[in-house]
């Protein structure tokens, strides 16, 4: 086939060829470099993201698309056997197929980075884990039928192919459940939200903020320090608790007091601890009751709301609430309980006197 092809081609034809292929891809890569200079001086002037769109798909035109012109151009000036022709041809139209991915996936990118950076900046995290998740699911759909158009483009069946798979495909899915199974979390996790990036959660008796969802993983990072890792499918069957989504959050503390503090002064307690929450201008007042009779304490119960979710915040009030009852307890000789246990001897019991140590015991 090659001593046909040279007889049958002059050594212009192959000039012509050469020149062909090397003109369009000298070509077509001036012409990229002028539109993607000129786009790029428009955008600069206005407020709209076509432009900028049309830059971002340009960029991603590769030289493989003047090659395959120039080839598909100059096996047209020369004389090629009908299966070689064919073979071209198809290698042409394969190469398009490719460039076309290769631009299908630039848009792809550009359009979800463009739609999900629009919004609140609290939802920012959120965003950001859905654009990842359709970001990766989209680029292996588009692949995947960039594959089969190849495929199908090179004369196999792909429908015959596909088919075959199908029992193929069941036998793997049985044998990367977990690994699907995570997927399918994670996709849950990116539609449902039951918690996004930035959030603090407790999982169990583990806490930390959301620094990554992934397909397979969840991370949080703790307050100790280190990385907390969960796959995403044990995390989705646990039970989580988001404290970021708090409104305000509510605090029950509760103090006792000794047996022997008079009643007048026990029902002076509740005003006190309501004039301690409500001096605190971050703190809203609910209740405060003498709750019952403790083992060595008269317990009282208190409810009140920090109207911020910030943990240091509920500190800085718990702390100040306290020290004001405090205050409040010594200026009127209210004594808090602390554990103690009183004896009650009765009747004629009567005590040994302890050894002195003078004399010895008599021997018997």
């Known amino acids: 086939m090659l001593r046909q092809l040279i007889a049958d081609n002059s050594t212009q034809d192959w000039l012509y060829a050469l020149l062909a292929v090397a003109g369009f891809i000298l070509v077509l890569h001036t012409l990229r470099q002028l539109v993607l200079r000129r786009l790029t001086r428009i955008a600069k002037t206005t407020d709209t993201v076509l432009d900028d769109f049309f830059i971002d798909v340009i960029s991603a035109t590769r030289i493989l698309l003047a090659a395959a012109v120039g080839l598909y151009v100059a096996s047209h000036l020369l004389t090629l056997p009908a299966a070689l022709e064919k073979s071209v041809d198809r290698t042409f139209v394969g190469l398009l197929i490719l460039q076309c991915g290769f631009w299908a996936n630039r848009g792809l990118v550009f359009w979800l980075r463009h739609h999900f950076s629009q919004g609140d900046e609290s939802d920012e995290g959120s965003r950001a884990m859905t654009r990842s998740l359709l970001t990766f699911l989209g680029r292996i759909v588009l692949w995947v039928l960039v594959l089969l158009l190849m495929l199908d483009n090179m004369g196999l069946n792909v429908t015959a192919l596909v088919a075959s798979l199908g029992i193929g495909g069941i036998a793997v899915a049985l044998a990367v459940q977990n690994i699907l199974g995570d997927l399918f979390a994670s996709l849950s996790i990116a539609i449902d ?68 503090t008079p009643a007048e002064q026990l029902e002076a307690i509740p005003v006190l601890i309501r004039q301690a929450v409500e001096a605190q201008t971050d703190a809203r007042f609910d ?78």
Do not use: C
């Not at 939200?193 to 930390?208: E, H, R, T, Y």
């Not at 044990?234 to 022997?260: C, H, P, W």
């Not at 709750?291 to 008269?298: E, H, I, K």
């Open 193 to 260: 939200k039951p918690f996004v990036i930035g959030d603090f959660v407790i999982v169990d008796d583990l806490m930390g903020n959301v620094e990554h969802v992934g397909l397979k993983t969840t991370r949080i990072r703790s307050l100790s320090g280190e990385q907390i890792i969960f796959s995403n499918n044990d995390l989705l069957k646990s039970r989580i608790r988001n404290y970021k989504r708090m409104q305000e959050r509510r605090i029950v503390f509760a103090i006792g007091v000794t047996y022997d």
């Open 287 to 364: 209740r405060a009751h003498f709750s019952g009779f403790g083992p060595s304490s008269l317990d009282f119960e208190t409810v009140y709301h920090v109207r911020l979710p910030d943990y240091a915040l509920y500190m800085d009030v718990q702390q100040a609430i306290n020290l004001q009852l405090v205050r409040a307890f010594t200026e009127r000789d209210i004594q808090f309980a602390f554990p103690t246990q009183t004896l009650h001897v009765s009747g004629g019991l009567q005590l040994a006197e302890p050894w002195s140590g003078a004399g010895k015991p008599a021997k018997a």
